[in-house]
């Protein structure tokens, strides 16, 4: 990971084991790791389209995903995620290994995963 981009880098707005959903796009997911700036390829980057592609001094979000049809691991800015209020559990297959489901459906990283 390289250097932090200028002093606006800020605090992430979401947690670990907080259940998110896509602002535009269907799927949901829960927070497994943060990065505090984007810190994916740049291929990846300018694969979005420019009228659509996130700022990068923002944080970025690993998400275990899940749309209607299937699960996987998502990578999204903060800027287009909101709170999933839902409280219904989230399907994906490795949400169990790392956290446990609590209270109004958020999700506490599992003891021995602790740092």
Same mark, same amino acid.
């Given at each position: 990971? !390289? &250097?932090?981009?200028? *002093?606006?880098?800020?605090?992430?707005?979401?947690?670990?084991? =907080?259940?998110? /959903? %896509?602002?535009? +796009? #269907?799927?949901? @997911?829960?927070?497994?790791?943060?990065?505090?700036?984007? *810190?994916?390829?740049? &291929?990846?980057?300018?694969?979005?389209?420019?009228?659509? /592609?996130?700022?990068?001094? =923002? #944080?970025? +979000? %690993?998400?275990?995903? &899940?749309?209607?049809?299937?699960?996987?691991?998502? +990578?999204?800015?903060?800027?287009?995620?909101?709170?999933?209020? *839902? !409280?219904?559990?989230?399907? $994906?297959?490795?949400?169990?290994?790392?956290?446990?489901?609590? &209270? @109004? @459906? %958020? +999700? %506490?990283?599992?003891? $021995?995963? /602790? $740092?």
């Amino acid at each position: 990971m !390289g &250097e932090l981009p200028s *002093s606006r880098t800020r605090s992430a707005k979401f947690a670990l084991g =907080q259940v998110v /959903r %896509h602002r535009i +796009y #269907p799927f949901r @997911g829960v927070i497994f790791d943060v990065d505090p700036c984007f *810190s994916n390829s740049e &291929e990846w980057y300018l694969s979005i389209p420019e009228e659509g /592609r996130p700022d990068r001094d =923002q #944080p970025f +979000y %690993h998400l275990f995903a &899940e749309n209607m049809d299937t699960e996987y691991i998502a +990578y999204v800015s903060e800027q287009n995620l909101v709170a999933d209020t *839902s !409280g219904e559990p989230v399907r $994906h297959p490795r949400v169990l290994d790392s956290f446990e489901r609590g &209270e @109004g @459906g %958020h +999700y %506490h990283m599992r003891a $021995h995963l /602790r $740092h």
